[in-house]
């Protein structure tokens, strides 16, 4: 459940006010979210994914609140680990380009490769039709 939104680093462009879909934050006087609905986060890690400057922490348990200091998640590098660790942000490896997984190679069977007068059908829109019949 979201947890901390860090007033230090929050740039106040309000993306996870806008992102969340359980509608969580509201927008304070100052720009910056203040977590108003806390027990209504589904620990979705949505708003810590779109925050561009890693200002929030979404907590793993998502039954109960926890008590966190924003130093030590900061220090412990914590503090915006998810979005890192997908590859959103600015030269981060996105997490797709690390996985090799053969993902479709198991889920559908090989299949031959086409003949060149298949593919010139599928490629091509005015392919010549044969005449039905």
């Known amino acids: 459940m979201i947890e901390l939104v860090s007033t230090a680093r929050c740039v106040g462009c309000s993306m996870c006010v806008k992102v969340c879909p359980t ?10 979210p203040v977590i108003a609905r806390q027990n209504d986060c589904q620990t979705c890690f949505i708003c810590e994914v779109y925050c561009p400057v ?3 922490y979404v907590s793993p348990y ?4 926890e008590i966190v200091d924003e130093r030590e998640l ?4 914590v503090l915006g680990s998810w979005r890192e660790k997908i590859g959103w942000g600015p030269g981060r490896v996105k997490l797709a380009k690390l996985d ?13 490769p086409l003949d060149e007068e298949e593919t010139a ?7 010549p039709r044969k005449p039905a019949g």
């Open 23 to 32: 509608n969580v934050f509201d927008e304070g006087p100052d720009r910056i």
């Open 54 to 56: 890693d200002a929030l």
């Open 62 to 65: 998502g039954d109960e609140a």
């Open 74 to 77: 900061a220090e412990s590098g």
């Open 100 to 112: 090799t997984t053969p993902f479709i190679d198991r889920v559908l069977p090989l299949q031959p």
């Open 121 to 127: 059908f599928i490629l091509t829109p005015d392919y």
